[in-house]
């Protein structure tokens, strides 16, 4: 079954180091999403993607965090100017249309700020 | 934010029987709610859904209901397998732009044999 595949599983940074933390959505997928989880918290909802334009953005996708889709199947999520609260696990999704529709997770790059 | 909240952190159900997890929800513009499952070190599993325009869903063990006056659904799992045993998260997403997911805060099944 396709899977959502997401590099490196773990990510260790210094405060204030710029991280990019990488996804593989599905083949057919055609809308990519972020989100996190800070340990014992929820998972929040950070941006969806669709079309090379950010479709919607929560309140923690502010100026520091950007998406790209370089290339055909690659979507990234980069931190420019890492903080200590940005220590969380980063799960990428995808979905194959707008609504009504499962988004399918990969297992998330776990993100440690020292 | 406690729009989509799952008020038992934790269930512990016998190997056979049913198992339920509850989700309740305040917001009235969700119209598309969810089931994942997820293991330690993973990302979440699609399990099952619904769109508000049905009451129930089923899905070989797993049958989601959904009360929208009440504004409640659980998931029901039977017979509840050992295999079964991991944190079920429920996630709720309305006709905005988007298409963000809302998450519970989780439930944590365990299946003792």
């Known amino acids: 079954e396709p899977e959502v595949t997401q590099t490196p599983s773990h990510q260790v940074t210094q405060m204030g180091q710029e991280v990019i933390l990488r996804c593989v959505p599905i083949s057919n997928h055609l809308y990519f999403y972020w989100y996190r989880q800070i340990l014992g918290q929820k998972v929040e909802f950070l941006v969806s993607?669709?079309?090379?334009?950010?479709?919607?953005k929560s309140e923690i996708f502010d100026d520091q965090f950007s998406v790209e889709r370089p290339d055909g199947s690659n979507f990234t999520l980069k931190i420019r100017s890492t903080k200590l609260e940005d220590s969380a696990m980063y799960f990428c999704?995808?979905?194959?249309?707008?609504?009504?529709?499962?988004?399918?997770f990969g297992d998330g790059t776990r993100l440690s700020i020292l | 934010d406690q729009q989509v909240k799952q008020n038992s952190p934790s269930l512990s159900v016998q190997e056979g029987r049913i198992s339920i997890l509850n989700c309740d929800y305040t917001n009235s513009m969700f119209d598309y709610f969810l089931w994942y499952k997820k293991y330690p070190a993973e990302g979440p599993t699609f399990l099952i859904s619904i769109s508000s325009i049905k009451d129930k869903n089923e899905d070989g063990r797993f049958t989601v209901f959904l009360n929208k006056s009440a504004k409640h659904l659980s998931l029901h799992i039977v017979p509840s397998q050992p295999g079964d045993s991991a944190v079920y998260f429920c996630a709720a997403s309305g006709n905005n732009a988007g298409n963000m997911l809302t998450f519970g805060g989780g439930t944590r099944l365990m299946v003792k044999p």
């Open positions: 999704a995808s979905s194959v249309r707008y609504s009504n529709q499962p988004q399918h």
């Open positions: 993607f669709y079309n090379n334009e950010i479709s919607e």
